[in-house]
């Protein structure tokens, strides 16, 4: 088995890139993809040290990666952050799992509008709030217009890195945030154990190209526009790590040429708007019970 | 008319006793809610307790969250979060996701809090949802009344200035003039 650019490694996929170049893995292809890729297996372990071939077969009913869903990724990633400004009008399902494993969907919306690399304001409704969120460089704000609270905390000087203190700091995560992130973290490249073509599929009317991705602790599957304009316009997340699998869902309209000034970003409390702490994830961690 | 009055006894048992078992239930979890940002998965693991299922009144959690915000945010193990625990415990330091309906919203410093008859909260953000910490009562902490004549919708909490009337009369909501702080009771709720 010769390998067109490497020679071959321990791991299963590598190994298996030649037979599968170009199949979309359409109907029947994935179980010839899953013999390919059981016999890569079988030949990578045969060349590997114990550990790594161990490590294989845990992902044995992984697909393999395909690179062209792999450089589809990569291109998304890499048009997205020549956007300089944008906004996305998101729909969102989300699974909450009940104690006894019974999921329960809920919906919300979120209107993004973010001039990077260091503005942006996203507002959510769902049935439980309404609430935004205000970035201008230097702080954050979260306010909650049906409690009539919020929260300002200094921040950091770019999306990137709020996103990641929102995250770590406070348990926030900043929705939609994964479309600052594409393409940037190559942990998360590193983290796909499974890669495959789907195939065209429309989203609202549009034609995009279906992926689906394995990795650890998800599955996921996104749709990325045809043509010249590689967006995301569809984002399915599946939870693992619980038995009952919880999925979250968003369907994304795009604005590439979106109206704002500059005040939009910062916020500025309306009257009777009363101002509360934002708590830090550390400072809970003390308190005992 | 024997059989309807049984029909009606078994009704309003059914109603007894079926009713708190649904909120009997909590949601041990969510889905999440990014692909690039791998953070919650591990603070899963440690949450088991994350908020009140409440099928029929599904507004008593306000703020809510964001794609499963909530429910990795370990301000949920913290204490236990009931709606009960409203009425039954105030120990400082526990937190609820809501405060009884009649209490008194009160700026201190500039940060809001919730005074609910003896029992003082402080509201914050926990996540992206709303819940409410016992804090030790502003009144035995800080409050000092020996003052008649301040108004009691406008008390000091602190120790500087609290005998100075033209203070006072000039105090409106929240003022904070050398170290002197001031109260503003007011009657909404804070909740809309």
């Known amino acids: ?289 | 008319m024997k059989t309807s009055m049984s029909i009606v006894i078994v009704v309003v048992i059914a109603i007894l006793f079926g009713g708190p078992s649904l909120q009997a239930q909590r949601y041990r979890g969510g889905a999440r809610t990014n692909v690039n940002h791998n953070v919650n998965v591990n603070r899963n693991t440690n949450v088991n307790v994350n908020r009140n299922v409440n099928v029929n009144v599904h507004g008593g959690y306000y703020g809510g969250y964001y794609g499963g915000g909530c429910c990795y945010h370990p301000v949920a193990t913290a204490a236990a979060v009931t709606a009960t625990a409203v009425v039954t415990a105030a120990v400082v330091g526990s937190i609820v996701h809501s405060v009884p309906p009649s209490c008194t919203s009160v700026i201190v410093n500039g940060l809001a809090y919730q005074q609910c008859g003896s029992t003082w909260y402080q509201p914050q953000f926990s996540g992206t949802s709303t819940t409410y910490v016992v804090v030790n009562p502003l009144d035995d902490r800080r409050l000092k009344r020996n003052d008649p004549s301040v108004p009691r919708s406008m008390e000091c909490i602190c120790t500087i200035g609290c005998n100075r009337p033209e203070l006072i009369s000039r105090a409106a909501n929240l003022v904070d003039e050398g170290g002197t702080a001031w109260l503003d009771r007011r009657d909404s709720h804070g909740r809309s």
Not at chain 1, 46 to 68: H, M, R, Y
């Open chain 1, 1 to 289: 088995m010769s390998s067109p650019k490497k020679p071959p490694t321990c791991s299963g996929y590598e190994t298996s890139r030649g037979g599968q170049h170009g199949s979309t893995a359409r109907g029947g292809h994935n179980k010839s993809l899953l013999h390919v890729s059981a016999l890569a297996l079988i030949a990578g372990a045969a060349l590997c040290v114990p550990a790594k071939s161990a490590a294989q077969a845990d992902s044995k009913n992984t697909p393999a990666i395909e690179p062209g869903a792999m450089d589809a990724l990569n291109q998304m990633g890499v048009y997205l952050r020549t956007l300089k400004s944008f906004q996305v009008l998101a729909n969102i399902t989300t699974d909450d799992v009940l104690d006894d494993g019974q999921t329960i969907q809920f919906s919300s919306k979120a209107d993004l509008v973010a001039a990077r690399p260091d503005r942006f304001r996203v507002e959510v409704t769902d049935d439980d709030g309404h609430r935004f969120f205000f970035y201008d460089g230097k702080n954050f704000t979260i306010y909650g217009q049906v409690v009539n609270y919020y929260a300002t905390v200094p921040a950091p000087p770019t999306i990137a890195k709020l996103t990641d203190d929102l995250s770590d700091k406070y348990g926030i995560e900043l929705p939609l945030s994964d479309l600052f992130q594409w393409g940037t973290d190559s942990d998360a490249i590193h983290r796909i154990k499974g890669a495959v073509d789907i195939g065209p599929s429309a989203v609202n009317g549009i034609t995009c190209e279906h992926y689906a991705f394995h990795e650890k602790d998800i599955d996921w599957q996104i749709w990325i526009e045809l043509g010249e304009f590689p967006l995301p316009l569809k984002l399915a997340i599946r939870t693992l790590t619980d038995e009952a699998k919880p999925q979250y869902t968003e369907t994304l309209t795009w604005n590439l040429a979106p109206s704002y000034n500059d005040d939009a970003f910062t916020f500025v409390p309306p009257p009777g708007v009363e101002r509360v702490p934002l708590a830090e994830l550390k400072a809970k961690s003390n308190e005992k019970k």
